[in-house]
């Protein structure tokens, strides 16, 4: 441990090590443990890695789910000296190509990286090449399905360590409730006690505040005192990018110069608006919840959430980034009841069709391994034709996997390369080499660009080598530094375990249990919404209310903070969000009349809602209709019910239906299913809102 206090001193510049960095560090270097550390947001997780990091001897390899958290903890590793970088998709071939060299030579101590670059071919194989001493995994949370930010690529990084022989592993998060926090400890060894290091995520110097309004005019009202009297720099958190960009117009009048931050802006402006964020003394951002992650900026004064979280835990993690320099600062959440349906929306949102389930299924069952027992997709191509959102796809396949053992996810594989000569010297060495998957490659390749393209299950199919094998020659060269690669057009491969259904009523019993299943993580989605609005408005302070999810219900002193909205006023804010449960029947009858799907109620009743799909919107009944989201206000259950008659009575059969849509390399030949009015292109998004004219894209 002396190594690392020294390190701590001369490379990072503390004196001391703060909370329980020191017994984390300790469980890492001296016991060889593996350990979850549970620090809330800003408590100084990083540390815990970055100084075991230079303390062994092999590479400390950390996945990370975000390119700019990463690219912010490169940089300041890189300015106090450590040999620190990424590997993602941003790299130019040359900073790739000498990040790797890096690695292979030993002289990077830490590399950070995406959980999806786990499907890469080539970064397995320059993982197996090199000592991993320390596996990091921040946001260590999306490894579970109890999260609210379950994610299947989390899934793989556990079966990586095992495969690679991973020296220990170091879990990360702040949004962990005992649930999460158990999964995450059986996934990866993790000692249920003695492996758990815990920072209650009670910040005495936050003012939890819920405020409840009937109109965006009143938020407005609400805040722009706060916002010209504030000390420091104040964050406003909208839903939809639109909001960002309507808040900081009605701020500009009064004298307040806001910044705009969402995901739809372009690459370079997130990053100067980010810097600019960050240099300033009372800068104020109107941002989505794209903004935030690797922001560690001490002085920031209010965190306003101009729309309620999603979830507690989201909250925790925006609110996290107030006041870290333990100043007083205020965060303030509005509720209101217009805003509700935009978030029930986004809950609503990735339930798709069940016969989309039957005819995805039969695909994935009739699908013909191949010699290594493997069957593979593309699952861009599936999401378009399926017209299933790309995260609902991945859980989908996912659930074949952990629920029902039909298959295992091994690494994907591209079906193109590119490749280019770095120098002329190890080009001739390419040119001139005469085995047989080089000359199988050089076949094969076109020219492209500067270099060529290899299309690589022609390759195997005219060498009849293993496309694996061609793929292991093309990395050998691009270690050797002779060319610069890039693969493409990923297909996910999975090896099958046991025989999957093909039979039609086998295939819908499955169907109708991976149905079941996104409906109850619909239901979850909403109840998660539910349980912010019951925090806001319990007669409970709001600090230990939010310990107390979290499992730290001794946290706030004598269950009182002082300074919350329950606290102050001595009861929780009165709010009601009801929706109308009985649709209008004219309403009904205006939906029927434009779209003519009678097939899938559940589509209808997104329509009425505003829920968008590629369905919808191939047929035009999407966000630019003026009747997509009329029912906005109606419970999304009661639409369901009222338009499941309606196509009851119509015996699920179209209406009027319309052109066929553009074609596709895919059949869709299941059962009694038509395809006439069914998307070929697109994934579902939701552009749904509380308002027409509010409508406006997430993040």
């Known amino acids: 441990m002396e190594q690392a206090h020294a390190i701590l001193k001369e490379t990072f510049g503390f004196p001391g090590f703060r909370h329980t960095q020191e017994e984390v560090i300790r469980r890492l270097l001296v016991e060889n443990d593996n350990a979850l550390v549970l620090f809330p947001t800003g408590g100084g997780k990083s540390l815990c890695y970055q100084v075991p990091a230079l303390c062994l001897e092999g590479l400390t390899l950390v996945i990370s789910p975000l390119i700019a958290l990463m690219k912010d903890q490169v940089d300041a590793l890189v300015t106090r000296n450590v040999k620190a970088a990424s590997l993602d998709s941003t790299l130019s071939a040359d900073r790739a190509a000498w990040v790797k060299q890096e690695v292979l030579t030993g002289s990077m101590k830490i590399l950070y990286v995406a959980p999806e670059r786990l499907n890469n071919e080539s970064f397995i194989a320059l993982m197996r090449k090199v000592k991993i001493s320390l596996l990091a995994v921040d946001e260590s949370h999306c490894i579970s399905q109890w999260g609210a930010s379950f994610r299947p690529e989390y899934l793989k990084i556990a079966r990586f360590a095992e495969e690679l022989d991973v020296e220990r592993v170091l879990c990360l998060t702040a949004t962990a409730t005992k649930n999460v926090a158990v999964d995450i400890c059986k996934s990866f060894y993790i000692h249920p006690t003695e492996g758990v290091f815990r920072i209650p995520v009670y910040r005495p110097n936050l003012a939890l505040r819920a405020q409840v309004v009937n109109n965006a005019a009143e938020k407005v009202a609400h805040i722009l005192p706060m916002l010209q009297t504030r000390t420091g720099p104040a964050i406003i958190y909208v839903t ?11 701020l500009r009048p009064h004298g307040l110069e806001p910044m705009v931050y969402h995901a739809g802006l372009p690459a370079e402006d997130r990053e100067r608006i980010q810097l600019q964020f960050m240099e300033s003394e009372k800068g104020i951002v109107c941002a989505t919840i794209a903004f935030g992650m690797g922001i560690d900026k001490a002085n920031i004064r209010q965190v306003i ?8 835990e989201n909250y925790s993690q925006e609110v996290g980034r107030a006041g870290r320099d333990g100043q007083e600062s205020t965060c303030l959440m509005f509720l209101s009841a217009a805003d509700i349906p935009v978030l029930e929306g986004f809950a609503r949102g990735d339930t798709c069709a069940k016969r989309d389930i039957e005819l995805w299924l039969q695909e994935v069952a009739m699908a013909k391994p191949a010699s290594d027992g493997c069957i593979d997709f593309n699952h861009y191509q599936q999401a378009k034709v399926y017209d299933i959102r790309q995260n609902v796809l991945n859980l989908s396949f996912a659930e074949l996997e952990l629920d029902h053992g039909y298959i295992r996810a091994v690494t994907p594989y591209y079906s193109v390369y590119d490749i280019m000569a770095r120098t002329n010297e190890g080009w001739q060495k390419v040119l001139s080499d005469k085995s047989k998957q080089a000359q199988a490659l050089k076949s094969c390749w076109v020219p492209r660009g500067t270099g060529y393209q290899i299309d690589m299950a022609k390759a195997a199919e005219y060498s009849r080598l293993s496309r694996a094998d061609l793929a292991r020659y093309i990395n050998e060269w691009d270690f050797a530094g002779h060319v610069t690669t890039k693969a493409s057009q990923v297909r996910a491969r999975y090896q099958v375990l046991k025989p999957l259904p093909k039979a039609p009523e086998e295939i819908q019993v499955l169907a109708d249990q991976l ?19 019951e925090f806001a408005t ?7 209310a939010l310990a107390s999810y979290f499992g730290d219900d001794d946290a706030v002193p004598n269950q009182m903070c002082g300074k919350c909205s329950f606290c102050l006023i001595g009861s929780g804010v009165e709010f009601a969000a009801t929706a109308v449960s009985k649709p209008d029947p004219r309403q009904i009858r205006a939906i029927l009349d434009v779209c003519t799907v009678r097939d899938d109620p559940r589509l209808l009743a997104r329509m009425a809602f505003g829920i968008t799909s590629p369905r919808l919107t191939v047929n035009k009944w999407s966000a630019a209709h003026p009747l997509f989201g009329s029912m906005v206000h109606v419970d999304f259950k009661a639409l369901v019910e009222a338009f499941e008659k309606e196509c009851k009575k119509a015996g699920y059969v179209n209406k009027d239906p319309p052109p066929p849509p553009p074609k596709t390399t895919q059949k869709r030949t299941y059962t009694q299913y038509s395809s006439s009015s069914r998307p070929s292109s697109g994934g579902s998004s939701y552009r749904g809102g509380y308002s027409k004219r509010a409508r406006g894209r997430r993040y």
Do not use: F, G, S
């Not at 939809?240 to 009605?250: G, N, P, R, S, Y």
């Open 538 to 544: 319990n007669d409970d302070c709001l600090a230990h």
């Open 240 to 250: 939809l990018q639109k909001q960002a960009e309507e808040i900081a117009d009605h």
């Open 305 to 312: 959430h101009l729309h309620m979280p999603k979830t507690l």
């Open 515 to 533: 149905y079941n299943k996104m409906l109850a993580r619909e239901e979850e989605a909403v109840q998660k919404l539910r349980q912010v609005m």
